[in-house]
């Protein structure tokens, strides 16, 4: 039997700035378009230069986008992260655990790459998109 394949968003977290949807779901598939560190109520870039904040801020987007589409972090099975720079995987890295490990309380943490490229924002220091399974 085939599953149909639907867009998930929200209000939640920014709107796509391109001819994107902030989600797809098809099946028990659910996969979150990359996220930023947008402001869903403005639209405003935020915290420039603190990729720490960046990142707790792009979580807290991605994590909107999977409860519009019927999951959590718990349900994650890849989180990808997307910098501009080595130099801030650190910092990144220590927001990241804190808000995934507070946020899946399995203690089963998602699967991740990341990778340093260019990004679409000169504001952006981060972007991260997921992959859920839902049952």
Known sequence: MSHPKTAVSTTDAPAPAHTF?????KGPLLQV????????ATGEYLHPGDVK???????RNVE?????????LEDVVMLR?????????AAMNEAYG???GR????????????????LPREEMLVEIDALA???
């Open 21 to 25: 949807s902030q989600g797809v779901r």
């Open 33 to 40: 378009s990359g996220q930023g560190p947008v402001d869903p």
């Open 53 to 59: 904040a960046q990142t707790l801020r792009t979580l």
């Open 64 to 72: 909107a986008v999977l409860r519009a589409g019927g999951a959590s």
């Open 81 to 89: 992260v997307y910098l501009t720079t080595r130099d801030d995987f």
């Open 98 to 100: 804190e808000f995934v």
């Open 103 to 118: 946020n899946c309380p399995s203690g089963v943490l998602p699967a991740r790459t990341t990778v340093m490229t260019g």
């Open 133 to 135: 399974v839902l049952d």
